[in-house]
């Protein structure tokens, strides 16, 4: 440095800097550290940045006039240091000769300020708003150019004039432009020309928001405010910044995912290749059908079993590091630095300890030390945030991309791997699983991050207390089994726990949807029983859970005061000579509660990480199921004129399953009509299936020419409008649209739906009639305008009249598809004739095809049967009938009575006469199938879903589903104290005193070994010893007890008994809730309600309240001692508590609106989801999948645009908050070194060190109050369900009908009247009828005439608004409703069958022995199907009663009611999609078994009732005739027009 700055200037004096009251730097120093170090920085930076620059371009600035004011100071600045370097030269020619440092530093200087002047206009063409790197060029000029600002002044004033006038000018000059560049740096340019922040209307501020408002967050305080001042809404969040859509990160993931697949096939082909040699000529033997073929698909088999279990699975983490590392890794770089600079305040504590300590040292040591202090900790807090912020955004993005990729599998999965998870399991894989991922991301860099810190902390540990540390990390080691024993465990209780969970939601799912079967037969004690078993093992499980977390806690908690009692304790009764003093003892206090949170961090990461590895199994597995074949049907074929050909199919469900269709041959010519008939469980619908490609090809080839159009049996609905299901995403053309409404028979409908062709559909179509949904899916298929219509027996659920109306105008050969190719499987025989083609199958084969009248002519199965039946053929207008009445005699007479044993031997003639009474009843059909689960039923003339009338505005599209309503505002104190109450009222004061004494001993031990140091200056150190380390750990020990003590308590007992609770009453009032509250609550909310708010209740708000007690207690300990020690600090805490106050204040009213947001938004993703999953087979029939995609994309995305700025407004708060913390760890600082005098060592170190703690406890403070405030919400939201309003008591004890009631099964109605809800019309008008006991009355009436209503009554699922029923005397709404349900019996229209045994489903209470279910189900003709299962009546149904057929859930029912025997049925007919069979036993077996009872059938079909005692005819809501069916046939009044329809009279 001399040969730079010449031998009279010094590079370095002692004197002048360290040991001074008044420091100063020499000149050598100033002119070449401090002038060169900014420069230094902007040369290294610089290419790094312009190749970043040159990567990045986000389009030009316009030259704005700051710009232009930048550009010129930045010129101004270069002039400036080359004046200085040509006076150099000018000094030189003059003979003053100049060392040479004078020349090297203007030189560097200008170069490096035309270099910042060049990066100003490049920045700008590329688009940059506002460079850091600029900034913090700035910002270091002027941090080092104020030293020579302070000294050139200090020198002038010393000396009387200034030496060198022109230098001292240019360098004023230099400091005020570089303070102006810092000034003018810190704003921001305008947006660049054509960027998306312009076009997009509510742009994330984020992209445009400056340097320093980057770092510190500060951008986000405008949602704060605004979020403050008023409840956040949806329409207030700013858009997702692009990189973190769907759009952009779904594609990502999949791509990955695929590249996987791929390698792992061909890893397997290549370890597989020895197996595959021999299966191929097998199967191709086997479709000759040799005998030697037939054993061969066997071999196949095993072949390929043995296959799937070696084989290699894609890994799914693999792609997810690949997807999503990069940008995770720039969060750990962060990671890294803040670990670093962690362990700086440690060492400064130190030098301030040292520094009260001695006597003789300048001040301004103290000072510089605190605002060192001060400096590295808001420099940490930011490094900390960004490094969460990037950790944050991935775990976002991983959720984003995983959803995706389910949503997208889901679309495709074959039906064998639909049927291995439910779609529960599924939607938890999206909810569950996703998350898991999420909350693993934040922690995942502590696995390396917790090693380091612990390793650094050691090393300085053993620096400042030698070998003694080993003492404390064989405590720490000796504890890490302890804690992973700890950890296993809870794994395994976790997952117990899920799986009681999944199985509860299970139930309570299958609960709500059959909730009308539960109420009608009175079973909801039993359901209820049943949820509160699996509810209870649940909590058994949570228990053990909270024993071992408090065993947990206590390790973590006591862990640091355990190791630093060993160490201290070693340290001193090692060697006479080691003392404890305040440097040692507190340095080593801060290096151990470093220590504290990456130890107590390591399990908890560790925990995270083994759940994620469940959940990675879990979506790999579902992510690797197989997918449908989508080259199965060939959709290419135009060689024949055939536009659907199937050859030698054979098709199945599941590779495993025996195949459903064998050798299917069908050829349908281009604009034929082909009718498929056959027996229920022939295998109609599995070849619609198969031709769409749903099932699984084993053998054969099957091509469609053209666009397909699919009405399946069951129709799939949309929650969406009406329109919006019809169109299905077609553009709307207005003229062909009314035309479809017209063919579909809909107009009339549209008419009376609330909101006409807007009115929103419910979930399901839940407010349409079954026959209403049946014909917009028709109406959907006309729309499409398709090559080929596959129609699934779409007749079945609508009137006889509209089903003819739809035959004519749409399928039949005049109908609106003529010249489309159709295959229409029917169960009427009706439209037979008219079609060009027939083919008839039987188990699973094709019998014989051919048209109408070729089967008929080859005196085969078609032609017997309906030579035998056709009884008089009802079509009037087709001839072909007229030579088959002649053989009227050949109709059995007891035709019922020998049914019977038919069944057994006569397929063939069974299935003749089942088609033919089918016939009779399609014609007869009045009423349509309503398949819902909604009490809606009667039609549409009184659908009007207005709440009350008078509010709505005429035009609005009406909501039948109530928008989930979300509270806004702050909680209210009234939860807690809901929440306490729960707990109970002393208890909950007794865990609080709790908290406060283990806070006080902990605060205890570390006063008194402040007082042990302080031994040290009085040379004390040797008598005490003893007593010193004694006391110290009793407090020590002390503050676990309690600590244990109140764990056990409050999470093992009070507050798992408050979750018990909660569950019970809600539980409890969902299931009393009456029948309308069903309907307008989705299914899902109140899932959601039992499961995420449950979960909340269950785990989470324990935990919080755990954290935010202890967090409290401490923070307030640390502001006494502190302030006990320095009463000056009381003036400090007044103004930083108003401001953590008002960050409070803010933060938790922004972030518990946007967590509500986040949790409304999110229930869409879901139900859609599930919606996607049931009517996965339309979607892809239509090849919607792409636009079903995007829709839950926009879904997710609307979700996670709450949640970013959740996350953002924890980072905020946190540095807003640390920001309070380091201004303590500042003040307290300050004091210390002011006070030094009067301090002695042992207090400066104890209210530093706990200075520095404060701020994670404040940080944790602010974050668990508000996190409690969102999950308290759970407490309102689950009372808000259990205080619904309720139906009338279950029973009522002092009018309790006697025990045999009803006796003789009169039923009088009096002047009844009924509606739905409030504010609707009347559905039924004064109704006054009477019914002797053991009368048979048939109910019938046009669809909407309120026949369902009236059964409906009679159970109360609807109360009177007049009137009363009574049934032998006794008032029906005067006595409990069990009472009541429980003495009728019904066999509703659907049969709704529960998973469990089947002697659950027909006797849920157990009152019955098993022979009588026996007889029962010998009766109900279900006796042989039982036996022949081998686990008879412990046979498993499963969700829904998937696994029996239609008719098979319909004779359970039937089995239901015989059990129950009551004096009062009523039927509620199936409609016509019930085959006939099914029909005929019921018939039969009501007549014989219910003689003496008194029967209400609502009829469908009028030959069933031909024969009843009386017909009640109704008509909007009144009685229009009640009579003898004879009677009312010789009035010619509705009935005997309904009758003649039917053809029944003539």
Not at 1041 to 1061: E, I, Q
Request: net charge neutral; aromatic share 10%; with cysteine.
């Amino acid at each position: 440095m001399e040969g730079l700055c010449g031998p009279e200037r010094p590079f370095w004096v002692a004197n002048q800097t360290l040991h001074t009251e008044r420091p100063d730097l020499p000149e050598c120093f100033q002119l070449s550290v401090l002038s060169w170090l900014p420069c230094i920085y902007l040369w290294a930076v610089c290419p790094i940045y312009l190749f970043y620059l040159k990567r990045n371009n986000r389009g030009y600035i316009m030259m704005s006039i700051m710009n232009r004011f930048k550009t010129a100071f930045g010129l101004l600045l270069w002039i400036v240091c080359w004046t200085d370097l040509f006076y150099t030269f000018h000094e030189l020619r003059q003979g003053y000769s100049q060392p040479p440092i004078y020349f090297v530093t203007p030189l560097v200087l200008g170069m490096t300020m035309l270099l910042a002047t060049f990066l100003i206009q490049f920045e700008r063409l590329r688009g940059v708003q506002s460079s850091g790197v600029l900034f913090i060029f700035w910002f270091l000029s002027v941090l080092c150019a104020i030293v020579p600002f302070r000294s050139k002044i200090l020198q002038a004033s010393s000396q009387s004039e200034v030496t060198d006038k022109l230098r001292f000018t240019t360098f004023y000059f230099y400091f005020g432009l570089v303070v102006c560049e810092l000034i003018l740096c810190c704003f921001n340019e305008k947006p660049p020309l054509f960027s998306n922040v312009v076009t997009d209307p509510n742009p994330c501020p984020e992209t445009t928001a400056g340097f320093l408002s980057t770092m510190t967050f500060w951008w986000f305080t405008s949602m704060a405010i605004k979020g403050y001042k008023m409840p956040l809404e949806a329409k207030d969040l700013w858009s997702l910044n692009q990189r973190d859509s769907s759009k952009v990160m779904v594609p990502k993931l999949i791509k990955e995912w695929e590249k996987e697949q791929c390698k792992a096939k061909s890893e397997q082909n290549l370890s597989s290749q020895a197996v595959y040699s021999k299966p191929p000529p097998l199967t191709t033997n086997h479709v000759g059908g040799g005998g030697g073929g037939e054993s061969s698909p066997e071999e196949v088999e095993v072949l390929l079993s043995g296959q799937k279990a070696g084989r290699h699975q894609p890994s799914f983490l693999r792609c997810l590091i690949r997807a999503f590392g990069p940008y995770f890794l720039i969060g750990s770089a962060y990671k890294v630095l803040q670990d670093i600079i962690t362990f700086v305040n440690p060492q400064l504590l130190r030098l301030l300890i040292s520094f009260t300590k001695q006597k003789d040292v300048p001040d301004w040591w103290g000072y510089s030390l605190a605002f060192l202090m001060f400096f590295t900790a808001v420099l940490q807090t930011l490094i900390l945030h960004h490094h969460f912020q990037y950790c944050f955004v991935t775990g976002m993005n991983v959720r984003t991309a995983i959803i995706g990729a389910i949503y997208r599998k889901a679309l495709v999965i074959t039906n064998a791997a639909k049927r291995s998870s439910t779609v529960g399991e599924v939607v938890n894989l999206m909810s569950v699983d996703a998350q898991r991922f999420m909350d693993l991301t934040t922690f995942l860099n502590m696995l390396w991050s917790a090693p380091l810190q612990i390793v650094l902390a050691l090393y300085f540990l053993w620096q400042n207390l030698g070998p003694s540390v080993l003492a404390g990390v064989a405590v720490m080691v000796m504890l890490i089994p302890f804690n992973s024993v700890i950890a296993m465990k809870t794994r395994a209780y976790q997952v117990e726990q899920m799986q009681y969970k999944d199985s509860r939601i299970k139930l309570m799912n299958e609960i709500l949807n059959g909730i009308k079967v539960l109420k009608l037969y009175a079973w909801e004690n039993s359901f209820k029983e049943k949820v509160l078993a699996i509810r209870q093992k649940e909590l058994n499980v949570l228990r053990k859970t909270a024993y071992l977390g408090a065993l947990a806690t206590m390790a973590w908690t006591s862990a640091p005061f355990l190791v630093a009692m060993t160490t201290f304790a070693v340290y001193v009764t090692v060697d006479e000579n080691n003392i404890l003093d305040a440097e040692k003892a507190f340095v080593s206090l801060s290096l151990f509660n470093i220590l504290r949170f990456p130890l107590s961090m390591l399990p908890q990461v560790i925990s995270n990480i083994v759940q994620a590895s469940v959940s990675l199994k879990r979506i790999q597995n579902f992510l690797s199921h197989d997918e449908l074949d989508p080259n199965s049907v060939d959709r290419k074929n135009t060689a024949t004129e055939f536009s659907v050909t199937v050859v030698d199919g054979k098709f199945t469900w599941a590779q495993e399953d025996s195949p459903v269709l064998h050798n299917i041959n069908v050829m349908v010519p281009q604009g034929s009509l082909l009718a498929v008939v056959g027996h229920v469980g022939c295998g109609k619908s599995s070849l619609i299936s198969a031709l769409l490609g749903e099932m699984e090809k084993l053998a054969g080839e099957v091509s469609i020419r053209g666009s397909v159009a699919y009405v399946p049996q069951q129709a799939w609905i949309q929650n969406a409008t009406l329109r919006d299901n019809i169109l299905f995403g077609r553009p709307y053309n207005e003229q062909k649209y009314c035309c479809v409404l017209d063919a579909c028979a809909l107009t009339p409908d549209l008419e009376v739906l609330p909101g006409g062709d807007m009115t929103e559909i419910g979930e399901k179509g839940i407010n349409l009639s079954g026959g209403q949904r049946q014909r917009v899916s028709l109406a959907r298929a006309l729309y499409s305008d398709a090559d080929v219509y596959l129609l699934d027996d779409p007749l079945s659920a609508v009137d006889a009249h509209v089903a003819k109306h739809i035959f004519d105008n749409l399928i039949g050969p005049e109908g609106v598809l003529k010249g489309k190719t159709r295959i229409l499987v029917t169960h009427g025989i009706s439209f037979l004739p008219q079609v060009d083609n027939i083919m008839v199958m039987v188990e699973g084969r094709v019998s014989e095809m051919g048209s109408y009248q070729e089967l008929l002519s080859q005196n085969g199965a078609f032609s017997e049967f309906l030579r035998n039946y056709a009884l008089e053929d009802i079509m009037e207008e087709d001839e072909s009938a007229d030579e088959l009445i002649e053989n009227e005699e050949l109709f059995p007479d007891d035709a019922l009575s020998n049914h019977t044993d038919m069944v057994d031997n006569e397929p063939v003639i069974n299935e003749a006469k089942r088609n033919f009474m089918r016939q009779l009843s399609i014609i007869s059909a009045d009423g349509e199938k309503p398949r819902s689960r909604s009490v809606r039923r009667h039609g549409c003339s009184q659908r009007k879903h207005s709440e009350p009338q008078e509010k709505q505005k005429p035009h609005e599209k009406e909501k039948l589903i109530q928008a989930e309503s979300t509270e806004t505002g702050r909680v209210k104190t009234k939860v807690y104290l809901e929440y306490a109450k729960a707990v109970g009222p002393l208890l909950s004061v007794f865990i609080c005193f709790l908290y406060a004494c283990q806070s006080a001993a902990a605060i205890g031990a570390n006063i008194w070994l402040s007082q042990w140091t302080n031994d040290a200056s009085t040379n004390q150190t040797q008598e005490n010893v003893h007593m010193r380390v004694g006391v110290y750990a009793a407090l020590g020990i002390a503050q676990g007890v309690l600590l244990l003590v109140n764990c056990l308590l409050c999470r093992g007992y009070s507050m798992l008994r408050a979750a018990k609770l909660m569950h019970h009453n809600m539980l409890q009032g969902v299931l009393r809730a009456p029948q309308a509250f069903f309907e307008s609550t989705p299914t899902g909310r109140l899932l959601n309600r039992f499961s995420k708010d449950m979960d909340a209740i269950d785990s989470h708000i324990p935990d919080n309240i755990d954290i935010w007690m202890r967090t409290f207690w401490y923070t307030l300990n640390v502001l006494l001692i502190c302030s006990a020690l320095t009463p000056m600090f009381l003036i400090v805490i007044a103004p930083l508590m108003v401001f953590y106050w008002w960050v409070q204040r803010f933060y938790v009213a922004t972030s518990r609106q946007l967590k509500r947001l986040e949790s409304v938004s999110r229930s869409p993703i879901y139900s859609h989801f599930s919606e996607t999953v049931t009517g996965s087979s339309v979607i892809r029939a239509y090849g919607r999948q792409s636009a079903f995609v995007l829709m839950s994309d926009m879904k997710v995305d609307d979700n996670q645009k709450s949640y970013y700025p959740g996350i953002v407004s924890n980072r905020w708060l946190g540095v807003c908050i640390e920001f309070i913390g380091n201004c303590i760890v500042l003040f307290a600082a300050l004091f210390a070194v002011t006070g030094k005098e009067n301090l002695n060592p042992g207090l400066v170190g104890l209210s530093v060190s706990y200075a520095l703690q404060v701020t994670m406890s404040l940080n944790w403070m602010v974050r668990m109050s508000s996190d409690l405030e969102n999950n308290i919400v759970a407490v309102e939201r689950v009372k808000e369900y259990s205080e619904t309003k309720t139906e009338a008591p279950w029973e009522v004890e002092d009018k309790k009908p006697p025990p045999e009631w009803p006796t003789e099964g009169n039923v009088e109605f009096h002047d009844y009247s009924v509606r739905y809800r409030e504010g609707l019309d009347l559905v039924l008008k004064k109704l006054s009828l009477s019914v002797k006991g053991g009368e048979k009355i048939g109910i019938v009436g046009r669809t909407g005439a309120g026949k369902s209503s009236m059964t409906l009554c009679l159970f109360r699922l609807l109360e009177a608004a007049a009137g009363e029923i009574t049934i032998d005397q006794v008032k029906i709404s005067e006595i409990g409703l069990h009472d009541l349900r429980s003495r009728l019996t019904i066999i509703p229209q659907e049969p709704v069958l529960f998973s469990g045994t089947l002697r659950m489903n027909l006797d849920p209470f157990e009152k019955y022995s098993d022979e009588e279910v026996w007889k029962a189900l010998q009766h109900s003709h279900l006796h042989k199907f039982v036996s022949n299962q081998s686990a008879k009546l412990e046979l498993e149904c499963s969700e829904g009663g998937e696994n029996l057929s239609v008719g098979q859930r319909q004779l359970v029912c039937l089995a239901r009611a015989l059990l129950r025997k009551t004096r009062i049925l009523i039927l509620d007919e199936a409609t016509a999609a019930i085959d006939l069979e099914t029909d005929d036993l019921i018939q039969s077996t009501i007549r014989t078994q219910f003689e003496d009872c008194t029967v209400f059938t609502i009829a469908h079909r009028l030959n069933t009732i031909m024969d009843y005692t009386r017909v009640l005819v109704l008509d909007k809501g009144q009685i229009a005739e009640f009579d003898t069916p004879t009677n009312l046939i010789s009035q010619r009044g509705i009935f005997y027009g309904m009758a003649k329809d039917a053809g029944l009279t003539q």
